[in-house]
Structure formats: C-alpha cells, structure tokens
C-alpha cells in the first residue's frame, strides 16, 4: 500500500518493562535465617521452596533454602564420624554408580550427597591410589621373583646336561680288548664243556662256508 502523501505514519511502541534482577544474599547463613527457615518447614513442609523463602523473611533463593535444610538442618542427619561399614558401602556404590552421589546418598539413612562426595574427593580417592599403587609395587616384585626363579634354574639344567654328556665320554673312553674277552683259560672244566661245543660249530659253519 502506497503511504500517504503529507502524512507520516507513526507507529506506537510500547517501552518494555525494565527485567527487574533479585539480589539475593549470599554467603553464610546465620543461626537466625535457620531458626525461620525451620519454622516455616515445621508448618508447610519441605516443599514449593520459593514460597518458603518468601514466608520466612528470607533474602534467599528456593534453592539455597533446600540445600541448607537437606544438608543441615534436618533432625535425622548425621554428621562426620562416617564408619567402616558406611566406607565399605560408598566404596562399592561407587564402583556400580560412579558419581551419582544423590543415588549413594538414598542408600546411606542420613548422609547427604555433599558429605559423601567431600569424603570422595578428600579421603577415599587418595586411598584407592595408594592402594593401586602397593598392588602394582606387589605384582611387579613378583614377576621380578619369578624371573630370578627361572634364571638360576637354567644353568643348573644345563649343569645336568653337561655331566650327562661328561659321563657318555667317559663310557665311550673305555678300553675293551676282544682277545682279552675271547680267552676262556682262566675258565673252570665244567664252563669249559659249552665253550668247547661252540667252537666245534663255529669251525663247522667254516668248512661250510669254503664249500659254498
């Protein structure tokens, strides 16, 4: 469409509405914001953490509300002095789970994620390491061991072959006279009578022998 000669058309624009920014407080809290925010979870639960925040008096966020009831101020939580069996279990959870410390959390009554994962990272990972590491240290001097095992078995084998070898030199060195072993005139009369016989049939099979 064509505009208008001598008229220009103004369009209205509307001014946007300035986004108005919350400054929450941040840092500690003090015993005074934890003494409201469990007042008003006593009453309304913990639930819908923005409108906790707002019916406390609080300068804070709903998720700031739910980290600080979750992981302080709810009565079944434990504290510190995480045993050896709980150890055990993060330990193996770990292993199945990984990182998913919410996860490890539900399986431990009364740990929160943030305590098990600052426990991870300060205590338990450490402990793997060392243990890797004396494992490996372990296996190392084994092999180390065994190779030594089989160096010294060596040269004895070849000790034994040696001697064997040495000891069929020494047969073969043998001397052995047929004359000396032919020679019946040491024998007795009664050993003589088959020795006699053969010879009579070893000159047979020579007259045979020229014949043939």
Request: glycine share 8%; with cysteine.
């Amino acid at each position: 469409m064509a505009p208008i000669k001598g008229k220009s058309i103004k369009r209205q624009v509307k001014p946007r509405e300035a986004m108005k920014k919350v400054s929450y407080s941040k840092g500690a809290w003090t015993l005074e914001e934890d003494q409201k925010l469990a007042e008003v979870i006593a009453v309304h639960g913990a639930r819908k953490w923005k409108t906790i925040a707002a019916k406390a008096g609080l300068n804070r966020c709903g998720k700031s509300c739910r980290l600080r009831w979750l992981n302080y101020l709810r009565p079944n939580i434990k504290r510190g002095n995480i045993s050896d069996q709980e150890e055990d279990l993060i330990l193996r959870l770990h292993k199945l789970l990984g990182n998913r410390w919410s996860l490890i959390a539900g399986r431990l009554p009364g740990r929160t994620d943030n305590e098990i994962k600052n426990y991870w990272n300060s205590h338990l990972s450490k402990k793997i390491t060392q243990n890797e590491k004396q494992s490996g240290n372990s296996t190392r001097e084994r092999s180390k061991a065994q190779e030594n095992r089989v160096v010294e078995k060596i040269p004895g084998e070849l000790g034994e072959e040696n001697s064997i070898d040495q000891g069929g030199d020494e047969d073969s060195k043998i001397n052995f006279d047929v004359n000396d072993f032919f020679d019946f005139s040491n024998e007795e009369t009664q050993n003589q009578e088959w020795i006699n016989q053969f010879l009579q049939l070893d000159k047979g099979f020579d007259e045979i022998s020229q014949y043939v």
